[in-house]
């Protein structure tokens, strides 16, 4: 199966290198480009791509917004990997809140790059749970405190959702509570099934923004 990658990055020059190392790939094609957010918008509404790598920092529409637009409608959108200088940065973790499924430094290698289109293709984040909690605590002041909303999960999700939200594997969940890996990884499907998240990485911060772990 052929990946279709869009990429948006308003430097011209990072734009076509990163179209060049996605085009190298056997199970990569680039469907797209764009220099900022409404190219990017436009563009998107013409092709079907499965994964958009996105500047998150461009002018007329920056990424965060580009990201909430295109992951708003009805429907499965393309998973967006955004693009960052830094990796405590604010509109990289706005971005996650908007339905991003993870950040990349943009000076990451193109090996780094690929295996991250690779990975949110098959459906997972390609940012631990851990590094998420650290830009959550970075932005902490910055957030809203938490609602209290009724929470659809049972007691052992609630605690399966807790371990998550401190950056543990499966396999680590499964030793603290005495589970199978399996029913681990049954527990965390429901979890983002009850709560419509897109991956572990929307868990933590749900978790964290829904009051179920603690502000540093």
């Known amino acids: 199966m052929t990946i279709r990658v869009f990429v948006v990055d308003d430097q011209d020059l990072v734009r076509t290198g990163t179209i060049m ?3 190298a790939q056997g199970d ?10 409404l190219e990017a918008l436009a563009g998107l509404g013409k092709v079907f791509a499965d994964v958009v790598l996105m500047d998150v920092r461009m002018p007329l529409l920056d990424g965060v917004e580009a ?12 998973k967006v990997i955004v693009l960052t200088t830094f990796d405590l940065d604010e509109y990289a973790f706005a971005a996650l809140r908007a339905g991003a499924s993870g950040f990349l430094l943009k000076d990451a290698p193109a090996e780094e790059i ?7 293709h098959e459906g997972d ?4 749970p851990s590094t998420t909690r650290r830009l959550l605590d970075h932005v902490a002041p910055t957030l809203p405190l938490p609602a209290d909303p ?12 807790r371990h998550i939200a401190q ?7 499964a030793g603290c509570l005495f589970l199978s890996e ?3 990884k049954t527990h965390v499907g429901r979890i983002l099934a009850k709560l419509q998240l897109r991956d572990r990485v929307q868990a933590v911060i749900w978790a964290y923004e829904h009051g179920q772990i603690p502000r540093v």
């Open 28 to 37: 990569m094609t680039v469907v797209g480009e764009a220099r900022d957010g």
């Open 125 to 128: 984040a390609v940012i631990a």
């Open 67 to 78: 990201t909430r637009r295109l992951l708003a409608g009805a429907g499965a959108g393309p």
């Open 150 to 161: 009724p929470i659809p999960l049972t007691d052992r999700e609630r605690e399966v959702l």
């Open 114 to 120: 690929v295996a991250a289109v690779r990975t949110v």
């Open 21 to 23: 190392v996605i085009q």
């Open 182 to 184: 399996g029913t681990v």
């Open 167 to 173: 950056g543990e594997t499966n396999a680590e969940i």
